[in-house]
């Protein structure tokens, strides 16, 4: 099984600046996918980043960027010129790849508000 | 087309009542997702539909849920007998197909409250 740890229930931010969320996560799985969801009041949860575990490269999103550490299990994700408009919670989540559709495990959350 | 769909946004029920949430997937996504957000409990998987495939049912937390997806597209989740603890948002999720490759794509949710 899976576990996925999000080790900052809250963060804040200023407009403009640059935030950083931590994930962890532990599996013995060595092809799978890792994503980072937003999820605004509005309860929708929106896809921001994925990332393949087999690419060593990081992915990027426009302002959104990954720091991906396959050895260390790391997955933080990066948001820079924060805006208001990324208040929201924010969550990891990390889903096997076979050949089976497979439910995605997510972690607790943070809740990011950016301030103005 | 149109994202995915669910419905009702709100349900409030009493406890003991049977309830019925519904979510339409995206159209043509051939698998379908139902996912449980309580403020205890955090994000957890229920069950998986794939085609005509057996749905996975694994995450079911009793015998009170079951689900059903009609002509492999819409779902309907139903609890049996509400209890409390059966308070969250259930989440749907749809994606275009089979192989873990692809993006879940989610609804609304539906809140449900039970009194």
């Known amino acids: 099984a899976q576990t996925v740890t999000q080790s900052q229930p809250e963060m804040s931010v200023q407009e403009a600046e640059t935030v950083t969320l931590s994930c962890t996560y532990d599996?013995?799985?060595?092809?799978?996918?890792l994503f980072w969801y937003k999820q605004p009041p509005s309860r929708q949860m929106i896809l921001v980043i994925r990332?393949?575990?087999?690419?060593?490269q990081n992915a990027t999103e426009n302002r959104f960027s990954v720091n991906f550490q396959k050895a260390a299990k790391s997955f933080s994700l990066k948001i820079s010129d924060s805006q208001l408009g990324d208040t929201a919670m924010y969550f990891c989540?990390?889903?096997?790849?076979?050949?089976?559709?497979?439910?995605?495990?997510f972690g607790g959350g943070t809740r990011l508000m950016v301030k103005p | 087309g149109a994202g995915v769909s669910q419905s009702p946004s709100n349900k409030v029920t009493e406890k003991g009542k049977d309830v019925e949430l519904r979510c339409d997937p995206i159209?043509?996504?051939?698998?379908l997702y139902w996912y449980r957000q309580s403020l205890g409990q955090g994000l957890e998987f229920l069950i998986y539909?794939?085609?005509?495939?057996?749905?996975?049912k694994s995450g079911l937390p009793s015998d009170r849920f079951s689900a059903e997806r009609t002509g492999g597209s819409v779902s309907t989740l139903t609890i049996q007998r509400t209890q409390q603890e059966d308070s969250a948002v259930y989440l749907c999720?749809?994606?275009?197909?089979?192989?873990?490759?692809?993006?879940?794509?989610f609804g609304p949710g539906t809140r449900l409250t039970v009194l």
């Open positions: 990332q393949e575990a087999y690419k060593q």
């Open positions: 999720a749809s994606i275009a197909g089979a192989g873990g490759s692809d993006t879940q794509y």
């Open positions: 599996t013995s799985e060595s092809n799978y996918y």
């Open positions: 539909f794939q085609g005509n495939s057996a749905p996975d």
């Open positions: 989540a990390f889903m096997k790849r076979d050949n089976a559709g497979n439910m995605l495990t």
């Open positions: 159209s043509g996504h051939t698998a």
